[in-house]
Structures are given as structure tokens and as C-alpha cells.
T-cell receptor, first 110, second 116 residues
Framework: EDQVTQSPEALRLQEGESSSLNCSYT??????LFWYRQDPGKGPEFLFT???AGEEKEKERLKATLTKKESFLHITAPKPEDSATYLC???????????FGSGTRLQVQP | EAGVTQFPSHSVIEKGQTVTLRCDPI?????LYWYRRVMGKEIKFLLH????????ESGMPNNRFLAERTGGTYSTLKVQPAELEDSGVYFC??????????????FGPGTRLTVL
């Protein structure tokens, strides 16, 4: 059974204070690892998909990396508008369903 | 380009009643997914349509849930009769996927269902 564990559960940063979020996963065969951002009362917003170990993707202040066991979402010089819950999900080679972690609630204070 | 839309945004019903949720995927997306998050838990997969066909129903909790996608466009998820444990947020997602291409699922805003 696919499993996704995200840490920390919550993270409070000062504006400009860089950090990383972790996503550890167990899957029989990885088709893709997904990062989403979710704001309160809204649906998950797609950020990145990573498909193979060593792959990296960037978008503004966010950079996602992937190894065979985990993924990191690095946030460089965050701003208050980066405050949200960040969700990690994996997709097994055998099916299209996403298995989600419980998320990391990020708060960036000015 | 319009995103995934869901209706209603909120629904409050009594235990034993019936509720129907609707999802309109992004135009041209053949794949449509239903997920839900119950209180305090992570988002869980319910089922996957490819056009009008059910590809994977492994996440459907029981036979009180019925999903349809007539004509391969919008989809409905009916809960009948609703139970207290059905309360949560129901998300719909869609993706455009051809053979060998990559799958990026785009989510709607969700329908918050409260069963009293």
C-alpha cells in the first residue's frame, strides 16, 4: 500500500527565512510525485510533478527535488503570501489515483 | 481557460437524505477523479473516470455512493442515504492524458458536505 508522510506538520517562518518541507514516500513503483498548495476553503493548486530521482523543478521561490525515498520542497526567502498548506502526493505506476500526505501548514510572518 | 468547477460549494442535509454533487472538468480533459477529505484526515481517492467509463472504483466507501459521467463531460456523485460519517469536503480533479504522456491533475474548489 502506498504511503506518504510529510514533515513537519506545521512550520512558522519569518519573511526571508528559507527552509525545506519533507515528503517521505513508499510506493511499489513511482509514476510521479506531486506537490500542491492549498489555501483555506479552496482546492489544491498544482505546483510540480517530479518523475525520477534526481529531478528538480523550480517556480518562483519554490524548488522541488526528488530522491528514491523522499522529496523536498525548498522555499527560498519566503513572503507572507507563501503561507498555505503544502500537500505531497504520489501516483503508483499501476493506477492514476493520487495518495496524499497530511500536508505541512506553512505560516510566513512579516 | 476555465478550471474545474463544482456545485454546490456547500450542502447541509439530514441523515438519511440524498445529495448529488456535480463536477465540470476542464474542457477536453478525458480523465475525471473524485476525492474527499473527512475531518482531520488526508485527502483520499474515491474513483477515476476515463471519458464515461469507470476506470478505478477502489476508493468508493460503500454502495451508498454512486458516480456517473454521462457523455464523458460532467460528473455527478450521489450519496443515498447520507450518513454522519459522509461529512467532509469532496474534491473533483481532471487531467488530460494520452498514452505515454504525463498526468497532471487539476482540482476544483470542492463541495463541503455536512450531514446532521
Amino acid at each position: 500500500e502506498d504511503q506518504v508522510t510529510q514533515s513537519p506538520e506545521a512550520l512558522r517562518l519569518q519573511e526571508g527565512e528559507s527552509s525545506s518541507l519533507n515528503c517521505s514516500y513508499t510506493v511499489s513503483g513511482l509514476r510521479g510525485l506531486f506537490w500542491y498548495r492549498q489555501d483555506p476553503g479552496k482546492g489544491p493548486e498544482f505546483l510540480f510533478t517530479l518523475y525520477s530521482a534526481g529531478e528538480e523543478k523550480e517556480k518562483e521561490r519554490l524548488k522541488a527535488t526528488l530522491t528514491k525515498k523522499e522529496s523536498f520542497l525548498h522555499i527560498t526567502a519566503p513572503k507572507p503570501e507563501d503561507s498555505a498548506t503544502y500537500l505531497c502526493a504520489v501516483q503508483d505506476t499501476g493506477r492514476r489515483a493520487l495518495t496524499f500526505g497530511s500536508g505541512t501548514r506553512l505560516q510566513v510572518q512579516p | 481557460e476555465a478550471g474545474v468547477t463544482q456545485f454546490p460549494s456547500h450542502s447541509v442535509i439530514e441523515k438519511g437524505q440524498t445529495v448529488t454533487l456535480r463536477c465540470d472538468p476542464i474542457s477536453g480533459h478525458d480523465n475525471l477523479y473524485w476525492y474527499r477529505r473527512v475531518m482531520g484526515k488526508e485527502i483520499k481517492f474515491l474513483l477515476h473516470f476515463v471519458k464515461e467509463s469507470k476506470q478505478d472504483e477502489s476508493g468508493m466507501p460503500n454502495n451508498r455512493f454512486l458516480a456517473e459521467r454521462t457523455g464523458g463531460t460532467y460528473s455527478t456523485l450521489k450519496v443515498q442515504p447520507a450518513e454522519l460519517e459522509d461529512s467532509g469536503v469532496y474534491f473533483c480533479a481532471s487531467s488530460h492524458l494520452g498514452r505515454g504522456t504525463r498526468d497532471e491533475q487539476f482540482f476544483g474548489p470542492g463541495t463541503r458536505l455536512t450531514v446532521l
